[in-house]
């Protein structure tokens, strides 16, 4: 390692485990996982707007981790290695980052493919927090930097954070995650041979291509805060049928309104998120929760609309 890189790690390190009291690893583990995910980043950043980016989303996160008390504690010793190993990767990505010029904010060296290579990033402009982009833009933009259509992955977890009554987020507060996946695999279905004449036999049964990516492998998560703008993170590929959004949050919010209570928080923010049924529909869970004024409103609204949430 150069003595720049030395310097970075030794920075890393002690910010996320330096001068901790109690024994237990529980919030260290979920540093050391968090700091995957920044490495993973970093390198794929080919400019230094790119690194710029990712670099102020780490230290936003090293700034609120060093005023949790929650996060005092003493690593274990497996903890301290992999923090050492990632923050290493994380220094010397972000040393070529750096060195690759200006660039742009969506600028990097582009996604991991099935195969383990990499591919340059698609050519498109990520919106910023000054553009006050809408829901429906966020989750197109999501869509196409983590390249989910290419890759056959679909959402998975789809949760905004402090919606507001026009169904778009709040300017100070609100939050977007949106989490990909493998697609669960569909019955075996039968082509038909159009050259086949009537009365031929049928051809057999074909299976559901196998996924691009093992269930074990990582797939792209896109958070969004308005705040901060774009952060990337990664989690388990594991297949689970796709969430197919159709109802826009605003309908939503008027839907949710007719909980008794629900039609007088007019200036109220909501958290809205996704699910899917035991019997295979889907819903959307609306939740208003605020223990200092006493509001504790909740709802679940059917997802029965026609499809417009996709729209910027």
Known sequence: MTARTCAVVALLVFAVTGCRKKSTNESAESALSKMQAFASAMCRCTERSCADLVQAQMTQWLTERANDPGADERPSESVMKGMTEFGQKYAECMTAAMAGGPGSAAAGSGSVDAGGGTRPPPAMKLSTPSDRPSIGRLLQEAKEYTRAAEDDLVIHVLRARYVAPDGELDPTYGELLIGFGNRLPGAPRIEDDPERPTG??????????????????????????????????????????????????????????????????????????????????????????????NVDINARVPDRCTPILEKP
């Open 200 to 293: 031929a036999p049928i051809p057999e049964p074909t299976a559901s291509p196998p996924p691009k990516r093992s269930d074990t492998a990582s797939c792209p998560e896109a958070t969004w805060t308005q705040k901060t703008g774009w952060s990337w993170g990664e989690r388990s590929c594991f297949a689970q049928s796709a969430l197919n959004p159709t109802c826009s949050l605003a309908e939503v919010w008027k839907r949710a309104q007719r909980v008794k209570g629900a039609e007088t928080k007019s200036k109220a923010v909501a958290i809205i998120e996704l699910v899917r049924n035991d019997d295979n529909t889907q819903s959307w869970e609306f939740s208003i929760r605020d223990g200092l004024r």
